[in-house]
């Protein structure tokens, strides 16, 4: 897992799938359209989405693709852990590149996400987004970047 600011994106050495990844995030804005947009086929690709955050629920996880996490608008929290550990819940689907596990008691993060910052997620996290800030449910404007793992050299 990876928490810093947008523009310091280039401190990390994941080569040109990476920077193609950073410079489309610099085009999008919370003006942009709701949907999801390919930036270089199923290897790169967005989703730009809008939500209401809620009370902690299920952790996800992924195996093909790391997921780079960034407001457009509002905040939230995003627990996080290590996949191993976990309980399933829902066993992971490679159609949809995603499982779900429970939460348990072992150690987790918690990022305060915000425009202007990013959170990586990679194969081994497990990460629970869209959780509110306090107990009030907020709108959120998110994109997620999506980078097929094998091109970060993982």
Known sequence: MIVDIVKRYSCYPYG???????????????????????????????????????EPHKFEAHREYVDIQCLLEGQEIIESTELNGLTVDTP???????????????????SHLMPGIFITFFPHDAHMPGVSVGNTPTFVKKVVVKIRAGLLGL
Not at 22 to 47: H, N, P
Not at 100 to 108: A, E, G, L, M, R
């Open 92 to 110: 992971y689907d490679p159609e949809k590149d995603v499982g779900f596990c429970v939460k348990t008691d072992s150690p987790k993060n918690i």
């Open 16 to 54: 040109s799938a990476w920077s193609t990844a950073f410079e489309f995030l610099g085009t999008i804005t919370s003006d942009s359209e709701d949907k999801k947009y390919e930036i270089q086929g199923d290897d790169i690709y967005a989703i730009v989405a809008s939500y209401t955050t809620k």
